[in-house]
């Protein structure tokens, strides 16, 4: 059974950074579809980047330059730094992962298994 659990968020003022990470258990990284989401208050979940074998498929344009996913495939583990924190990134993080079969597209892993979510506040 697959578990994930996110850690990392935080308050910080416009500007700052916050490293998330997200801990699988019951799935390899290495053969894994992964990823992070990220849901504001009263606004639909979004995808914010995406990794098949442990290589990054999508970045949002949105986070591009700003965030940086990595993962550690001997620790399970997945990573979101984020940097240049402007309000607007104000959400509850989620991570994502589903074992990979033939595709590992948005849809796809959205249908996994998800983490409880860490939230994140960047105040003005």
């Known amino acids: 059974q697959v578990h994930l659990v996110e850690s990392g968020g935080g308050s910080v003022q416009a500007g700052g950074s916050l490293t998330l990470s997200c801990v699988a258990s019951?799935?390899?990284?290495?053969?894994?579809?992964m990823g992070w989401f990220r849901q504001a208050p009263g606004k639909e979940r979004e995808e914010v980047a995406r990794l098949a074998f442990g290589v990054i498929t999508n970045i949002d344009d949105s986070v591009r330059g700003r965030f940086t996913v990595s993962g550690d495939g001997a620790k399970n583990t997945l990573h979101l730094q984020m940097g240049s924190l402007p309000p607007e990134d104000t959400a509850m993080y989620y991570c994502a992962a589903r074992p990979v079969e033939r595709t590992c597209t948005g849809t796809y892993l959205r249908a996994g298994t998800w983490g409880q979510g860490t939230q994140v506040t960047v105040s003005s």
């Open positions: 019951g799935l390899e990284f290495s053969s894994s579809c």
